[in-house]
């Protein structure tokens, strides 16, 4: 598998997982992502800033997108719960990951997150912060069994709660 920068080129691909991904929380009746987030406007924007990634298989089929980043969240500023860091650590963050319907439940969601925290590792970031929906038992467990801890509650521009989890590495 190969993670590369996502193009402008890629966006009805990925706009096809995010719609997948969309349906397939509706079906678990979970309510993230049921208000038309992520659009294209969001994932252009992530494209732009040069955060936006896409997962290829042996076939250079586009299987997963992600926003992955090291700029600092606004919405971590403030936690219901206290995160493991102080405020002025560097940290990464990992936003909208969705995965191809031929590929859910293969491992992908864990393989992002695991390349994301080697890339941090390169760059000395030594602490990878991610939230994710009360409902998405799904992103809980893994990142539970990748070693992130969970911190508390942080509240989205929206004002949507979400459940904030942080690792050391």
């Known amino acids: 598998m190969t993670i590369r920068y996502t193009t402008s080129n890629d966006l009805k691909h990925i706009m ?3 719609h997948y ?3 397939y929380l509706a079906s678990l009746n979970i309510d993230q992502w049921q208000d038309g987030y992520p659009n ?16 290829l298989n042996s076939n250079d089929d586009i299987i997963a997108t992600f926003m992955f980043t090291t ?3 606004p919405t971590y500023n ?11 650590t560097k940290y990464g963050v990992i936003h909208r990951i969705a995965v191809a319907e031929t590929c859910t439940n293969k ?9 994301c925290e080697q890339q941090l590792q390169l760059q000395n970031i030594t602490s990878m912060r991610i939230d994710t929906h009360q409902d998405n038992l799904g992103m809980q467990h893994i ?11 942080i509240t989205l521009t929206s004002g949507a709660l979400r459940l ?4 050391q590495l």
């Open 107 to 115: 491992g992908i969601a864990k393989y992002i997150i695991t390349h």
């Open 71 to 73: 700029s600092k969240e």
């Open 143 to 153: 990142l539970k069994s990748l070693g992130y801890t969970y911190c508390g509650i």
């Open 78 to 88: 403030t936690i219901e719960g206290e995160w493991l860091t102080d405020k002025n």
């Open 40 to 55: 294209e406007t969001q994932i252009l924007n992530d494209i732009n800033n040069s955060e936006s990634y896409v997962l």
């Open 16 to 18: 096809e997982i995010i």
């Open 21 to 23: 991904a969309q349906r």
């Open 164 to 167: 904030a989890f942080e690792k």
